[in-house]
């Protein structure tokens, strides 16, 4: 069996849906219908780990965003979030507090997989650490910012930052680029591995303000990462 992913909605009809399509991929699916019975299955330490979570917003006993709260206190594996059409409110709020993704209800069942698919690449690819001699560019520096590719690491100043899948994969991406700007649907199309871009930006700009708060830089005066209106992101050289 496959990576093992945890869905958690009250409805039941929809967590046997989404395993259904998850289970034909080759993963293995935990199905949870209230937000207590999460926080007790991400508290427990003897449990197989998780690779992933799919988190309904409105659940009962706790809101997926306790659930993605606690997630993001313990862990870093991807969380993405279901939330109600037309509720942006939701959406920004669980970005903030770490997810990488959300999906809007009604939903695809193939798009949620293959968003989930996304987030496992590039999850057990970074997690995963460098086999042999690193090859030139797996680690990435600028100025004091270091990212060790295979290792799934960064650090500033020597500090470490504790940066989720999201995060890592939108630095990578713009230390790549080597100071030329990157579109935000290009940004959203890299780290998210497919063409799905459905206010994709405000993801993006999400992720660019918890990167910056992570790593004491600011909007105003950047050291590191640059807002270039109407075209983008850089970094800094």
């Not at 659940?59 to 997926?64: D, E, N, V, W």
């Not at 949620?112 to 057990?124: D, S």
Request: aromatic residues 6%; glycine residues 8%; proline residues 5%.
């Amino acid at each position: 069996m496959g990576a093992r992913v945890m869905v958690v909605d009250d409805e039941p009809e929809i967590c046997e849906l989404v395993a259904v399509y998850l289970e034909a991929e080759g993963l293995a699916v935990e199905r949870l219908h209230d937000g207590a019975a999460a926080l007790a299955r991400v508290a427990d330490d003897a449990a197989p780990p998780l690779d992933l979570a799919i988190l309904d917003v409105m659940l009962p006993g706790a809101s997926g965003l306790e659930v993605c709260r606690a997630i993001r206190a313990r862990h870093s594996y991807p969380i993405i979030m279901l939330t109600a059409r037309g509720e942006q409110t939701d959406k920004i709020c669980g970005l903030n507090l770490g997810a990488d993704d959300y999906v809007t209800k009604p939903f695809l069942p193939l798009e949620l997989v293959a968003r989930v698919k996304a987030q496992l690449r590039r999850y057990t690819t970074y997690s995963a650490a460098g086999e042999g001699a690193r090859r030139a560019g797996e680690v990435l520096t600028c100025r004091g910012l270091v990212l060790d590719v295979p290792a799934h690491a960064a650090t500033l100043n020597e500090r470490p930052l504790p940066l989720t899948p999201t995060e890592f994969s939108l630095l990578r991406v713009l230390l790549e680029a080597d100071g030329a700007v990157v579109s935000a649907r290009e940004l959203y199309q890299r780290i998210f591995g497919d063409a799905y871009y459905e206010n994709g930006s405000g993801s993006i700009t999400v992720h660019v303000r918890h990167l910056r708060e992570k790593m004491g830089d600011s909007f105003e005066d950047p050291k590191y990462i640059r807002t270039v209106w109407g075209c983008g992101y850089k970094i800094e050289r």
